[in-house]
């Protein structure tokens, strides 16, 4: 196994994201990763891109055997911190709240509205941590709940590959595994929300807590319930519309990644500063 020291980590980037990306890093390394919160969603796969060197984990583990709610969110952001990630890109599948946001839109969000009911959302939950001690009261900040780089360097990345992405707006994360009702649906779209989505939290707040890093593409596979005419949104056009965009979002994933600050200074590295979480080292 790499030395995974401070000096010398194994990964410094990461990619939560569906399968089939880590086939193209070059040099893959499989690895099992263990974590004070339990089995992360899959093996972590190590490569490069751009000299960058780069963490994957399909976030519903390999052949998609996890609904969104059964997602061990907290061992998938530790397990890659533990790696030395610091920068995270989170790729997603989300519906469409306006008719201008139609299947293939690339929504690079910045703001988050959570709307799940039960999930492990927070590293500070007062509990006993894995070690037995007490845990610190830690607040962090989530006025801003993305990475400003990593936004503008996904941006960058798209209009880059003639794909002009939506600069901003509000990802709406439910619990699922059901999709929204038309009523709920055209309830987030009076309410200003752009597309909806149901893995987006706790991903974002957990890589918050922990400083890292952290960027949603949310990549639109369908117009929602409340927007579209048909009969529903379907778990099979959602594949299909994803397949059909994988590769151009692989493309701008990896430009993304090459293009990520080497040393950090914005809101997401600063989130813990002068805070004592208690939290076991990495
Ligand atoms: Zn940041």
Redesign the pocket.
Known sequence: MTDRTAAHPAAELGVIGGSGLYALLDDVTEVSVQTPYGQPSDSVFLGEVAGRRVAFLPRHGRGHSLPPHRINYRANLWALRSLGVR?VLGPCAVGGLRREFGPGTLVVPDQLVDRTAARVQTFYDGLPLPDGSLPEVVHVSMADPY????RAAALAAARDHAWEPVDGGTLVVIEGPRFSTRAESRWFTANGWSVVGMTGHPEAVLARELAI?YTSLALVTDLDAGVGTGEGVTHAEVLKEFARNVDRLRTVLFKALESLPAT?D????HALDGVATGLPPA
């Open positions: 920068q990475c400003p780089e990593g890093c950090r914005c809101v997401c590295s």
